[in-house]
Nanobody, 123 residues
Framework: VQLQASGGGLVQAGGSLRLSCGAS????????MGWFRQAPGKEREFVAA????????GYADSVKGRFTISRDNAKNTVYLQMNSLKPEDMAVYYC?????????????????WGQGTLVTVSS
């Protein structure tokens, strides 16, 4: 079972990126999914999450109104649209899958993790 995060890169402050998280080895269409990030020297932190059906989402206060999480269960893919990026958004972004249809804010709620994709925001 593998989760593959992609879409990171270098962007200027105020710009946008869309991250994708695909899965291989099994389907996660019914599982809660989350995005986390870790900046150098900092703890991994919750960014956004979505239920298995996609009906409910949750966001960290720091990204509310700027980031949008969505999913396409037919493609077994979860997305994170990031707009109005700030230098403080610079981090390695990880996607994660829970074993249940619910989403979790705590990293411990997730059983499967991707390898991360780097987002660099220049000021």
């Amino acid at each position: 079972v593998q989760l593959q995060a992609s879409g990171g890169g270098l962007v200027q402050a105020g710009g946008s990126l869309r991250l994708s998280c695909g899965a291989s080895g099994r389907t996660f269409s019914g599982n809660g999914m989350g995005w986390f990030r870790q900046a150098p020297g900092k703890e991994r932190e919750f960014v956004a999450a979505i239920t298995g059906s996609g009906s409910r989402t949750g966001y960290a206060d720091s990204v509310k109104g700027r980031f949008t999480i969505s999913r396409d269960n037919a493609k077994n893919t979860v997305y994170l649209q990031m707009n109005s990026l700030k230098p403080e958004d610079m981090a390695v972004y990880y996607c994660a899958a829970a074993k249940s249809p619910l989403y979790y804010i705590a990293a411990q709620g997730y059983a499967y993790w991707g390898q991360g994709t780097l987002v660099t925001v220049s000021s």
